[in-house]
């Protein structure tokens, strides 16, 4: 399985991103994808996950203002990111977790200049 990612860059806190992240391979039909990120100095920490059912989960501090979704017929994430904030400013990674595998992709960066 391989993952690509797209859609990091710059903006101004307050802007908005949107990451896309496209899986090609043999894909488990049950499976879990979503976003990470680390920023310099910290540890890696979960951004959103979406289920293949649309079950979804954020960390506290992006709730509100990212939304995740998936389109399952072209075994995609997204991540649309608004009121972005400098603290965003990350290298955000795509994931897709399967029952017995984990897969990730490469990260793109994302900067938040205020």
């Known amino acids: 399985v391989q993952l690509q990612a797209s859609g990091g860059g710059s903006a101004q806190a307050g802007g908005s991103l949107r990451l896309s992240c496209a899986a090609s391979?043999?894909?488990?039909?049950?499976?879990?994808m979503g976003w990470y990120r680390q920023a310099p100095g910290k540890q890696r920490e979960l951004v959103a996950v979406?289920?293949?059912?649309?079950?979804?989960t954020y960390t506290d501090s992006v709730k509100g203002r990212f939304t995740i979704s998936r389109d399952n017929t072209k075994n995609m994430v997204y991540l649309q990111m608004n009121s972005l904030k400098p603290e965003d400013t990350a290298v955000y990674l795509c994931?897709?977790?399967?029952?017995?595998?984990?897969?990730w992709g490469q990260g793109t960066l994302v900067t938040v200049s205020s």
């Open positions: 994931n897709l977790r399967t029952r017995n595998f984990n897969y």
């Open positions: 391979g043999s894909i488990f039909s049950i499976n879990v």
């Open positions: 979406i289920s293949s059912d649309g079950m979804t």
